[in-house]
């Protein structure tokens, strides 16, 4: 068996191995990387070798820790690593190669319904009706999104929001709030199995499944990087946040917004963030507009979208495919039964 992991930033790790027994048997470690001293690769090999092939990444990992001496250094990997390509040989984690996404249209919807389709997606690749999928988000009207966990007194001001005519829906991932009105932000998910951040961190697996985007900002003239837990930031500040959630058949969703054009004096006004919220979002005062993504590269956001979208189906196997009517209806059902009822809306007061 054999199994590949490339670390961000760093090396690829290359394992290959036979199962005997239900144990790992003939570990062997490769890769571009360097290890020091030499004998240290060895080492590797034989804390390996023997471990139960259902131990858990974080069993390989320290297994690998343990045995190896204290003036041991790996650079360009980890432990981590290893034991991420060896679980890959074992078939328990998959790679971005391993997928085939479908790429569906950018479609103009109430907000709230691209909350529902999130989750009716998510909940169609895990049962086997749709394969992994991105798509960008356009919506009709404005509407501020709310995560999962948070006060919903405590992040709006419902009379401004009503001035405004601005709705409220909670989604189903944690994270902050998203002021969304319409061409005012980028705002994209992706929804894989769970296997693909197999044996990650949280924290690294925010980093590993928006690295495309980093190289997509670089193409319309963004310099960016990932900041942790989950912020996307370039030189003038926050362009925007992630946020995520695994789900029990074996679905992540992991969606994204970035702020476009943002009308920051009503953004004051709906939700009740202060300066120094506003400053980590990009600007340092009560401005007219937070305007990240347009001021750095010049384009319309639709072109903008646009070439994410080339970038992201240039990286990785893509098809594109439609939505189809049954989970628009189902999307709908669930806005009417869940996202915008005053049970959830409220479930944090």
């Known amino acids: 068996m054999r199994g590949e992991y490339k670390v961000r930033g760093g090396k690829l790790v290359q394992v290959e191995l036979d199962v005997i027994d239900g144990r790992l048997s003939s570990v062997h470690l490769s890769g571009d990387f360097f290890v020091e001293p030499d004998e240290a690769l060895d080492v590797i090999n034989g804390a390996l070798n023997g471990l139960p092939a259902a131990a858990t990444t974080v069993e390989l990992a320290a297994a690998i820790s343990s045995a190896l001496p204290t003036d041991a250094r790996l650079i360009g990997f980890t432990p981590e690593a290893v034991a991420i390509a060896v679980k890959r040989a074992l078939g328990g984690a998959v790679s971005w190669n391993d997928l085939t996404f479908e790429v569906l ?26 394969g992994p999928t991105m798509r960008f988000w356009d919506w009709d009207q404005p509407l501020v999104v709310i995560g999962s966990f948070q006060s919903y007194t405590n992040e709006i001001d419902a009379e401004a929001a009503e001035r405004y005519g601005i ?9 902050g709030a998203m002021f969304m009105e319409p061409g005012n932000c980028v705002t994209y998910s992706v929804i894989v199995p769970a296997t693909l951040v197999e044996g990650l961190s949280f924290e690294a697996s925010y980093a590993f499944l928006d690295e495309w985007m980093i190289g997509a900002l670089a193409e319309v003239g963004v310099v960016a990087s990932y900041q942790p837990l989950n912020d996307i930031a370039s030189e003038q500040g926050k362009i925007g946040g992630a946020a995520q959630r695994r789900f029990a058949d074996g679905g992540l969703l992991h969606h994204v917004t970035m702020s476009y054009d ?41 072109e903008i979208i646009t070439r994410f979208t080339a970038y992201f189906q240039q990286r990785y196997r893509c098809i594109e495919t439609p939505y189809r009517d049954d989970e628009l209806a189902e999307a709908e059902e669930l806005v009417r039964t869940k996202f915008a009822s005053p049970e959830w809306t409220h479930r944090v007061p």
Not at 167 to 175: H, K
Request: proline share 5%; aromatic share 0%; no cysteine.
């Open 105 to 130: 249209p950018t479609l103009t919807l109430a907000p709230a319904m691209h909350v529902a389709l999130d989750q009716v997606l998510a909940a169609r690749m895990a049962d086997g009706r749709r």
């Open 167 to 175: 709705n409220v829906v909670r989604r189903i991932t944690g994270g």
């Open 262 to 302: 943002i009308d920051a004096n009503k953004m004051l006004q709906v939700l009740r963030i202060g300066r120094e919220k506003l400053s980590d979002k990009g600007t340092t005062s009560a401005v007219k507009r937070v305007d990240p993504m347009r001021s750095q590269t010049g384009l319309p956001r639709e």
